[in-house]
Every structure is written in structure tokens, then in C-alpha cells.
């Protein structure tokens, strides 16, 4: 069974257990109770004014879109089969996505989040979590990962491994960074903090003590290899 919905209720439980898709988005959802929904793949409830989903319960949910609504938690522990999670512009604090072993795409940006644990990458394709407070990043171990977009944080920390497939890294804003390896002049999109600035006037250079380098700077005198 899948459910489009228009205009509906303000919160509720759905206790359709024959529920494969619900499509919710823009409506004026407070709460939503999707516990009782076992076959439940799919839900989108973007842009309502939600501060509370529950999916507890939903084993078999693949796709679940909450993004642009109030939440300042979820728990997605029983969403072994989660492929996607988009909970982007919310104010969650903490993130622990330790069971979601398919994880292929997370958009998690704007919130709050101080936390950020992703353990399964083998899978992941994309990361967006620009724009919290998390302080450290392990994207090790992720083969098929394209895009990682990780502005505007407190990162003192990103762990990262060559990767052929990585065409989008934006990572200014942070206070992290290293000399730049030879396989990251195929990411396309490098968007980053230069660890040395060259005053145009041939000034001494400014060492801003994190940021990214080429081999050979500063005594090479430009930001390139």
C-alpha cells in the first residue's frame, strides 16, 4: 500500500501494517508514529513542523526524508535496511547511525549536531554535514563515497583514504587540514583553507597553523604544485 497524502491530520499513528510508502511532505505534521509499519520502505514528511517521528519498529524502511522540520532527535536503530536518511535543517543534537549498515546517502546539514557516528561506510555514496558543531570525522573505509560536504564545523579531525570516486569535498570552515596528496587533484570541487597566504605586497607569508598545502610551501611561494 502506498499512502500520497495532501493536507492532513496535525499527528497521529498510521497502524497500517501493510504500508510500503507514505508520502507526507508539506503538510502541518507535528508527530508521526510509524512503530507499527514492518514493511514500511519509504517516508517523506519534509517541511512539516515535526518534533517527533518514530520508526521504531520499522525494519524494513529504506528511504526516510525529514528534512526542514523541528526535530531536535531521531533514532533510526531498528533501520538496519536504511539506505538514505535526509534530516537536513532541524535542530538534532546527536546522530548515531551504529545499525544502518546500507547507509548510501546522508544529508544531515544544519543542525546542531555535535555527534556524528557513522560506523557502516562501506556503502556510503555521499555526506552532508555542513553547517553543526562536529568536532571529529572518520570517513575511512568508503570506496564509493563522491561527495563530502563538511563546512562550517568545529572539525579538528577528518580521517580520509584516497578514493577514485571523490569528485565534491568542501571542507573550509573547519581547523583541520594537511599536505595535499596527489590523488586529490581529480577532486573537481576542492573547496578549502590554505594553510599559508602569500601577501601580494611579498610580505611575510601568514601561517594560520591549520588549512591545507602543497609539497613544498611555503618556501615555494604560491598555494599550488
Given at each position: ?30 508527530e ?5 509499519c ?9 517541511s512539516?513542523?515535526?518534533?517527533k517521528?518514530n ?31 535526509y534530516?537536513?535543517y532541524n ?12 547507509l ?15 560506523p ?24 564509493f ?14 580521517a ?8 565534491i ?8 587540514g ?21 601577501p601580494a605586497?611579498g ?11 602543497y ?5 615555494s611561494?604560491?598555494?599550488?604544485r
Amino acid at each position: 500500500m502506498t499512502l500520497n497524502a495532501g493536507p492532513i491530520f496535525r499527528s497521529g499513528r498510521t497502524g497500517c501494517k501493510a504500508l510500503v510508502s507514505i508520502r507526507a511532505s508539506k503538510n502541518e505534521l507535528t508527530e508521526i508514529d510509524l512503530s507499527d509499519c514492518p514493511l514500511l520502505q519509504e517516508a517523506y514528511f519534509t517541511s512539516n513542523p515535526l518534533t517527533k517521528v518514530n520508526v521504531d519498529g520499522s525494519v524494513s524502511l529504506r528511504k526516510l526524508h525529514v528534512g526542514y522540520n523541528y526535530l531536535t532527535d531521531i533514532s533510526v536503530g531498528w533501520c538496519t535496511t536504511l539506505t538514505e536518511l535526509y534530516c537536513q535543517y532541524n535542530n538534532i543534537s546527536a546522530l548515531d547511525l551504529s545499525r544502518c549498515v546500507e547507509l548510501q546517502l546522508l544529508h544531515c546539514a544544519v543542525n546542531n549536531l555535535g555527534s556524528l557516528v557513522i560506523p557502516h561506510r562501506r556503502k556510503l555514496h555521499g555526506v552532508w554535514c555542513y553547517e553543526n558543531r562536529i568536532k571529529s570525522l572518520d570517513l575511512t573505509g568508503a570506496p564509493f563515497i563522491s561527495v563530502i560536504s563538511c563546512f562550517n564545523n568545529n572539525l579538528e579531525s577528518l580521517a580520509l583514504e584516497e578514493c577514485g570516486r571523490l569528485g565534491i569535498f568542501w571542507c573550509f570552515g573547519n581547523r583541520i587540514g594537511d599536505e595535499i596528496p596527489l590523488w586529490m587533484d581529480k577532486v573537481s570541487q576542492f573547496e578549502h583553507d590554505a594553510r599559508y597566504e602569500y601577501p601580494a605586497d611579498g610580505s611575510q607569508v601568514i601561517d594560520h597553523g591549520y588549512g591545507w598545502w602543497y609539497p613544498g610551501e611555503p618556501a615555494s611561494g604560491r598555494h599550488a604544485r
